[in-house]
């Protein structure tokens, strides 16, 4: 049993299990990439704007604030609107266009109030992972989904530790240059190229899909 265990949250077990479904290889990537940006950008978010802008415990902790509420509204209310609007696959992508300008934005900003606005902007971002994970669960059938939903978590915790070793030794790079620079923002420019390459791999699989589909078509 604990040798069964252990098989499903191995980061390389995980890999192979996404790896395997039918159609869904590029979503790996996807998870892996997207799921960096996020730990990175919680590694690095009250360093980063300490150093930008001057922030001190109260202005941090009201950011936070306004992100756990604006999370809560996606997640509680907008979610099961939008999926009813749009396919999986088609709001995937448009959080990740979302995130991408939001990465850049946060990582360009000057003044602190340029945070909340962007926060407010990117309300499509969070709804990347849900969306995601939808697509990677209707590629399992029936018998694996379990264990795919497991893969997909073991994978996210995976990036949860190597965020830090990523996102903390970048922001110390620049931490010394006075507030205001916009190379500060160095940590949020890497999380948008992850999160560019998230979308690339994203319209990778729906292209190939589509593929797929019309070939069976034909």
């Known amino acids: 049993c604990s040798s069964d265990l252990w098989r499903s949250a191995n980061p390389a077990t995980s890999l192979q299990k996404l790896g395997q479904l039918k159609g869904a290889g590029p979503l790996v990537g996807v998870v892996a990439f997207s799921g960096l940006a ?36 996606v997640q509680g209310v907008l979610m099961g609107r939008l999926l009813k609007r749009f396919v999986p696959q088609k709001l995937a992508i448009m959080g990740l266009v979302s995130s991408v300008i939001a990465y850049t934005l946060w990582g360009a900003a000057t003044e602190g109030w340029m945070m909340y606005a962007v926060i407010a902007f990117n309300l499509l971002g969070g709804t990347v992972a849900a969306s995601v994970q939808s697509m990677i669960s209707s590629a399992a059938d029936s018998k694996s989904q379990g264990q795919t ?15 830090p070793m990523l996102g903390a030794p970048l922001l110390a790079m620049v931490s010394h240059l006075p507030q205001g620079d916009w190379r500060i923002g160095a940590p949020f420019f890497f999380c948008a190229v992850l999160q560019l390459a998230s979308l690339v791999l994203a319209i990778m699989h729906v292209q190939r899909q589509r593929r797929r589909q019309l070939s069976a078509a034909a």
């Open 38 to 73: 996020q730990y990175v950008l919680y590694t690095v978010w009250v360093l980063y704007n300490s150093f930008k802008f001057g922030w001190g415990p109260r202005e941090n902790g009201w950011s936070l604030a306004v992100v756990g509420i604006v999370a809560v509204l």
């Open 149 to 163: 939903m497991g893969a997909v978590s073991s994978l996210n915790g995976l990036m949860a530790v190597v965020a």
